[in-house]
């Protein structure tokens, strides 16, 4: 699976920062047609995104279109220009049930095969974000072979139940857990919420880091400036690559001699660390860094 440690939320009617976006060497562009874009110009949006995925070189980043939800009387023309350009995926806005995803699905595999496109080729991604959604997690998460990625979107869930928003963000910590854990069960990934304040770089840094050690594969972002930051932090440093890869080794060689645990440099290694190596070496695999940080491929 790609990498997707920053996911850039870009309007969908506005061609100059898509323009923007395609030079900044992020991983996800997502193109909106939802809440990035005012009601009387999600025509433009439709339009301008056809354009944008059918004339634009966007590089090495994933091509994503995130339209209205399910139900919302706009899903249907939105889905319909994103997929005539082709894209890598669909995000879909304000998952409640598998029938959303199940939706989606369904129109994915009209076109491709109305278009003659590759089958499979175009993937899913949900954005959980109201209380209903984070109750049916496990009928989501488990919405079909397209389906690739859980959203997390502390915003619209604070709304929802009446919170109000804080920097620790305990007021939706149990929801974003509850994303990342499903996420893990399912073997889906999982991007974190929006640091909303684009000019305090100093906090994002934090709560990147933070999503990172909780687990989550990446973040949403909404300016061009929390690009590298954000993938800066979820992008596994050398020291970090080799004490895995030292993790890996030693277990290697304790298995081989009948041991499972093993004490490493004063500490306890078992089966939970080793996992944990492997799947920070995967990260380090999707970000394209094995062959800079010398990481066996």
Not at 53 to 75: Q, W, Y
Not at 208 to 235: E, R
Not at 264 to 287: Q, Y
Request: with cysteine; charged share 25%; aromatic share 6%.
């Amino acid at each position: 699976m790609r990498s997707r440690r920053a996911l850039l939320y870009v309007p969908g009617d506005d061609l100059h920062k898509i323009q923007k976006a395609i030079t900044l060497g992020v991983d996800c562009i997502c193109l909106d047609m939802e809440d990035g874009v005012a009601l009387n110009r999600k025509d433009a949006a439709r339009s301008t995104i056809v354009e944008a995925l059918r004339t634009l070189d966007f590089g090495g980043a994933e091509r994503l279109a995130r339209i209205n939800p399910v139900g919302s009387g706009l899903e249907g023309e939105d889905i319909a220009a994103a997929l005539a350009g082709r894209p890598d995926g669909i995000v879909i806005p304000k998952v409640e049930d598998r029938e959303h995803i199940a939706w989606v699905s369904d129109r994915i595999d009209r076109a491709e095969q109305g278009h003659g496109f590759q089958k499979g080729g175009i993937c899913s991604v949900a954005l959980v974000e109201t209380a209903r959604g984070i109750i049916h997690l496990d009928e989501i998460s488990s919405g079909g072979p397209r389906l690739q990625a859980l959203i997390f979107g502390a915003e619209d869930l604070a709304g929802d139940i009446g919170a109000q928003r804080s920097p620790e963000g305990w007021e939706v910590f149990f929801a974003r857990s509850a994303v990342l854990t499903y996420a893990a069960a399912y073997n889906l990934q999982s991007i974190d919420m929006v640091f909303i304040d684009f000019n305090d770089l100093e906090g994002l840094e934090k709560e990147a880091l933070q999503g990172a050690n909780m687990g989550f594969s990446g973040k949403q972002i909404i300016h061009p400036n929390q690009v590298k930051p954000v993938q800066d932090a979820f992008t596994p440093d050398q020291e970090a690559i080799t004490h895995a890869l030292d993790i890996l080794e030693a277990f290697n060689q304790h298995q081989g001699s009948g041991i499972g645990a093993f004490a490493m440099n004063g500490k306890m290694i078992d089966a939970p660390i080793v996992r944990a190596a492997e799947r920070l070496l995967e990260r380090a695999r999707a970000a394209g860094r094995a062959q800079i940080l010398g990481l066996p491929d």
